[in-house]
Nanobody
Framework: QVQLVESGGGLVQPGESLRLSCAAS????????MAWYRQAPGKQRELVAL???????NYADSVKGRFTISREQETNTLYLQMNRLKPEDTAVYYC?????????WGQGTQVTVSS
């Protein structure tokens, strides 16, 4: 049974930082492209960042230079370090694992940036 369990969300003020974690089980972690998506109220789910099996990364333009995605193969954990958070980063953040033809999602963790 595949499980992707996110944690680390919360309420922060603009300019502050958060680190999201995603604990993966039931998949061969090192063979999956891992990613973070987010969905704000009334908006479509969008890709925030992804990291390939080889460690290459890609970011949405809106988070470049502020967010860092990483993966720890030994513990099957995906991270998203989010710095200099803005109110427009407010969303539910989802962990995603992809190894075609399969794709799996976590349940999401809420991030709210507000003063």
């Amino acid at each position: 049974q595949v499980q992707l369990v996110e944690s680390g969300g919360g309420l922060v003020q603009p300019g502050e930082s958060l680190r999201l974690s995603c604990a993966a089980s039931g998949i061969i972690f090192r063979l999956n492209v891992m990613a973070w998506y987010r969905q704000a109220p009334g908006k479509q789910r969008e890709l925030v960042a992804l990291i390939t099996t080889g460690g290459s990364t890609n970011y949405a333009d809106s988070v470049k230079g502020r967010f860092t995605i990483s993966r720890e193969q030994e513990t099957n954990t995906l991270y998203l370090q989010m710095n200099r958070l803005k109110p427009e980063d407010t969303a539910v953040y989802y962990c995603n694992a992809a190894r075609p033809p399969h794709m799996f999602w976590g349940q999401g963790t809420q991030v709210t940036v507000s003063s």
